[in-house]
């Protein structure tokens, strides 16, 4: 069972344009959401992460909104940049030292 | 965030041979470290859970005479491939668990394993 679900499967924004991904859990225990970025041929990068008491954190064009009631959360890209074309996974994990889910990735392409 | 040198980046070996990927966390005391097996296009698939001074947690399916994992100290983490074959090829990532509070996970760069 897919802990973490994650849409869209690819995403094509135009430069300048916002870049929204979705995603949606299921365990309420889940107290860490983090963003990562991953490059084809490189590891992932964490990106952006929030925690469930805040609905919004925000760091430079990355902003990452909490819908704690309908658990969800979801990365968006301001003024999107070719770039940032990239694979996106979202992430949960309960406490420390434990698994993190990962949801099934989201490739962004921005066009110029 | 943290470093996390993974090494080598990439591999090539003759099927049956054994090959043996390194993890290191450059920044700080790594008790837990994460494996994963990444296919082309797909997400991140955790292997096991090696936490240093024990065995590995394996994830169901993974073969633990195959894929060896061994955490002897608290910033050097290894995972060999045992006889190697074809369809062991995929990309191997691991990661390393921060401590204290933030229990924020970073990843090495990944080790591309081609079997021929």
């Known amino acids: 069972q897919q802990q973490v679900k994650q849409s869209p499967q690819s995403l094509i924004v135009q430069k300048g344009g916002i870049s929204i991904i979705n995603c949606a859990y299921e365990?309420?225990?889940?107290?860490?959401f983090p963003w990562y970025q991953q490059f084809p041929g490189k590891g992932p990068a964490l990106l952006i992460a929030?925690?469930?008491?805040?609905s919004e954190k925000k760091e430079g064009r990355f902003t990452i909104s909490f819908n704690k009631s309908a658990k969800q959360f979801s990365l968006h890209i301001m003024d999107s940049q070719p770039g940032d074309s990239a694979t996106y996974f979202c992430?949960?994990?309960?406490?420390?030292?434990?698994?993190?889910?990962f949801g099934t990735g989201t490739s962004l392409t921005v066009i110029p | 965030g943290a470093v996390v040198s993974q090494h080598p980046s990439r591999v090539i070996c003759k099927s049956g041979t054994s090959v043996k990927i390194e993890c290191r966390s450059l920044?700080?005391?790594?008790?837990?470290m994460f494996w994963y097996r990444q296919f082309p296009k797909q997400s991140l698939m955790l292997m096991a859970t090696?936490?240093?001074?024990?065995?590995?947690?394996?994830e169901q399916g993974v073969e633990k005479d195959k894929f060896l994992i061994n955490h002897a100290s608290l910033t050097l983490s290894t995972l060999t491939v045992t006889s190697a074959h074809p369809e062991d090829s995929s990309f191997y990532i691991c990661?390393?668990?921060?401590?204290?509070?933030?229990?924020?996970?970073?990843f090495g760069e990944g080790s591309r394993l081609t079997v021929l």
């Open positions: 090696s936490n240093e001074g024990s065995k590995a947690t394996y």
């Open positions: 365990n309420t225990a889940f107290d860490y």
């Open positions: 929030i925690r469930p008491d805040v």
């Open positions: 990661s390393v668990l921060a401590g204290g509070s933030t229990g924020e996970l970073f």
């Open positions: 920044d700080f005391q790594a008790t837990t």
């Open positions: 992430a949960a994990s309960r406490g420390t030292g434990n698994q993190f889910y």
